[in-house]
C-alpha cells in the first residue's frame, strides 16, 4: 500500500507564502519511479490539478492560475515532494492533495490519472 502524507498547510494572509510537504512510502512503491503531482479542491467545485513533476525533476508544468507564484520540487532521498506557493491569494484558498502515478514519465494532470492520494491539507488565504 502507498501512503501519501501532506503537510504545511495553513492560513496566511493575502500576499504571503506557504511551504508544502508530501511524503510517500510503501512497500512496493519506488518514489523516484512515480511521477508527483499536486492538485486543490475549493469548496463546492471540481479537484483541480495545479502542478506535476516528472521522475527525475527535469520536467515541471504548472495550470495557469499559479505560473511563476509557485514551485513544484521532489527530493528522491527523502521521498518527498514540495509546493512553494508564494504570492498567495484568496482564490488560492482550498484543499490541497499529493498525488502520484508510476507508468511513462509524462506530466499527467487528470484526476482519474493518478493512481495514490494523500488526504490533503487545507490551505486558507485570507484576503
Known amino acids: 500500500q502507498v501512503q501519501l502524507v501532506e503537510s504545511g498547510g495553513g492560513l496566511v494572509t493575502a500576499g504571503g507564502s506557504l511551504r508544502l510537504s508530501c511524503a510517500a512510502s510503501?512497500?512496493?512503491?519506488?518514489?523516484?519511479?512515480?511521477?508527483m503531482g499536486w492538485f486543490r479542491q475549493a469548496p463546492g467545485k471540481e479537484r483541480e490539478f495545479v502542478a506535476g513533476i516528472s521522475r527525475g525533476s527535469s520536467s515541471t508544468l504548472y495550470t495557469d492560475p499559479v505560473k511563476g507564484r509557485f514551485t513544484i520540487s521532489r527530493d528522491n532521498a527523502k521521498n518527498t515532494v514540495y509546493l512553494q506557493m508564494n504570492s498567495l491569494k484568496a482564490e488560492d484558498t482550498a484543499v490541497y492533495y499529493c498525488?502520484?502515478?508510476?507508468?511513462?514519465?509524462?506530466?499527467?494532470?487528470?484526476?482519474?490519472?493518478?493512481?495514490?492520494w494523500g488526504q490533503g491539507t487545507q490551505v486558507t488565504v485570507s484576503s
Open positions: 510503501g512497500r512496493t512503491f519506488t518514489f523516484s519511479d512515480a511521477t
Open positions: 498525488a502520484a502515478r508510476g507508468g511513462p514519465n509524462v506530466l499527467w494532470r487528470r484526476v482519474d490519472e493518478y493512481s495514490y
